[in-house]
C-alpha cells in the first residue's frame, strides 16, 4: 500500500508569491492534517479535513488555507508569502472513523524556502 | 491540553536498550499516550501508545507509571536506524479527532 505522498518535495518562492502544496493520502484514508515544522517552534497544527469538510484548525493566519477533493487528496495553499513561512510542511492521513486514538501516517513533507 | 516533559537528548550504545522518559504530571483520566518518532528527513512516524497498562508492539514497549504522571519508551535493542527525534504526546480521547500536539521531543543519538 502507497504511503502519504506530498508533492513537490522541494519548492523555491519569493516574498509575496503564493504557493500551492499538494498531498494524496494513504488509499481509504478519509482524513487528511497538515503541520508546519520550522526549528525555531517545531511542529504545529495547521488543520484538518475529513470528508472535505474542514474540522480543526490550528492558529495560523488567515493566509493559510486549504482543502479536501472527494477523492480526499488534499491542497494547501499560503498567499502572501513571507519569509518566515519558510518551513517543512507535513501531511498526515488516518482513517479517522470514530476510532479516537487511532495513529497519523506522514508523508516526507513539502521543504518550502522563501526568499 | 496537558502538557509533556521529555529531555532534550539522550545517547544509547548500539544493540543496548534504551530507555526514553516522558513526564506528564498533569494528565487527565482521558489521555491516552502517544509516542512518535522523526528520522532525519522524514515525517514522523507513529511508535506506540497506551491509556493505563504497559504495551507492546515490535516497534517499542511502552511503561505506564501506576498513577499515569509519567511514561517510559523502551526500545530493546537499540540500532543506528533508531536515530531520531522522540516525541510524547498526550491525545484526550474525548475530543474527537484532536490533532497531535508535539513538544520539543527527546532527540536520541546511538552510537555504533
Known amino acids: 500500500k502507497a504511503g502519504v505522498t506530498q508533492t513537490p518535495r522541494y519548492l523555491i518562492k519569493t516574498r509575496g508569491q503564493q504557493v500551492t502544496l499538494s498531498c494524496s493520502p494513504i488509499?481509504?484514508?478519509?482524513?487528511v492534517s497538515w503541520y508546519q515544522q520550522t526549528p525555531g517552534q517545531g511542529l504545529q497544527f495547521l488543520f484538518e479535513?475529513?470528508?472535505?469538510?474542514?474540522?480543526n484548525k490550528g492558529n495560523f493566519p488567515g493566509r493559510f488555507s486549504g482543502r479536501q477533493f472527494s477523492n480526499s487528496r488534499s491542497e494547501m495553499n499560503v498567499s502572501t508569502l513571507e519569509l518566515g513561512d519558510s518551513a517543512l510542511y507535513l501531511c498526515?492521513?488516518?482513517?479517522?472513523?470514530?476510532?479516537?486514538?487511532?495513529?497519523?501516517?506522514f508523508g516526507s513533507g513539502t521543504q518550502l524556502s522563501v526568499l | 491540553d496537558a502538557k509533556t516533559t521529555q529531555p532534550n537528548s539522550m545517547e544509547s550504545n548500539e544493540e543496548e536498550p534504551v530507555h526514553l522518559p516522558c513526564n506528564h504530571s498533569?494528565?487527565?483520566?482521558?489521555?491516552?499516550i502517544h509516542w512518535y518518532r522523526q528520522l532525519p528527513s522524514q515525517g514522523p512516524e507513529y511508535v506506540i501508545h497506551?491509556?493505563?497498562s504497559n504495551v507492546n508492539n515490535r516497534m517499542a514497549s511502552l511503561a505506564i507509571a501506576e498513577d499515569r504522571k509519567s511514561s517510559t519508551l523502551i526500545l530493546h535493542r537499540a540500532t543506528l536506524r533508531d536515530a531520531a527525534v522522540y516525541y510524547c504526546?498526550?491525545?484526550?480521547?474525548?475530543?474527537?479527532?484532536?490533532?497531535?500536539?508535539f513538544g520539543k521531543g527527546t532527540r536520541l543519538s546511538v552510537i555504533a
Open positions: 498526515a492521513s488516518s482513517l479517522a472513523v470514530g476510532v479516537l486514538t487511532e495513529k497519523l501516517f
Open positions: 488509499s481509504g484514508h478519509r482524513s
Open positions: 479535513y475529513f470528508s472535505e469538510t474542514q474540522r
Open positions: 498533569t494528565i487527565s483520566g482521558t489521555d491516552y
Open positions: 497506551g491509556l493505563t
Open positions: 504526546i498526550l491525545r484526550d480521547s474525548y475530543s474527537g479527532n484532536t490533532p497531535l500536539v
